[in-house]
């Protein structure tokens, strides 16, 4: 396969979101493009919600040392919200809004990437927690599983 001109794949999402007791789930099943530019893979997918009436780009990138960012909203849009994970550290990032730009830290005590060739699948599994402005905002969970 070549992977360098990105082939479609199926993906399966589940984020939990944790703030003020009370936890949220939230599903997506989207047909996505997984790209590998050297020794960096590149998820992309549209997180659609018909409820919300809410459809973002969203970019996963697995990089070679481990860590992933997360992109969700284009550059062309009013909120752009980018996120780093790196295992068991802190990594100060940004959230872009219609209001301005708000510095936020994500915490990540657990990240697991798994990939298989045959056939081309993966598990993504992220454990993070949330802050900005020294507040801490929510405890969240994202799981993505996807094949080829």
Same mark, same amino acid.
């Given at each position: ?98 209001? #301005?730009? /708000?510095? &936020? *830290? ?8 798994? @990939?298989? $060739?045959?056939? %081309?699948? #993966?598990? /993504?599994? &992220? *454990? ?8 801490? @905002?929510? $405890?969240?969970? %994202? ?6």
């Amino acid at each position: 396969m070549d992977l360098a001109h990105g082939i479609p794949i199926t993906l399966h999402l589940e984020t939990y979101v944790t703030q003020d007791d009370g936890t949220e789930k939230h599903v997506f099943d989207e047909p996505g493009t997984l790209v590998q530019l050297g020794d960096t893979l590149y998820i992309r997918y549209r997180e659609i919600d018909e409820a919300a009436g809410t459809d973002y780009p969203v970019t996963m990138k697995l990089r070679g040392d481990g860590d992933i960012q997360l992109t969700r909203g284009g550059s062309a849009d009013d909120t752009q919200l980018k996120l780093h994970f790196a295992n068991e550290r802190r990594v100060l990032t940004r959230y872009r809004t219609p209001y #301005g730009i /708000i510095p &936020v *830290e994500t915490i990540t005590p657990r990240l697991d990437v798994r @990939l298989t $060739d045959s056939p %081309l699948a #993966g598990e /993504i599994y &992220v *454990e993070y927690q949330l802050n900005a402005n020294g507040a801490h @905002l929510g $405890d969240y969970r %994202l799981r993505l599983l996807f094949t080829a």
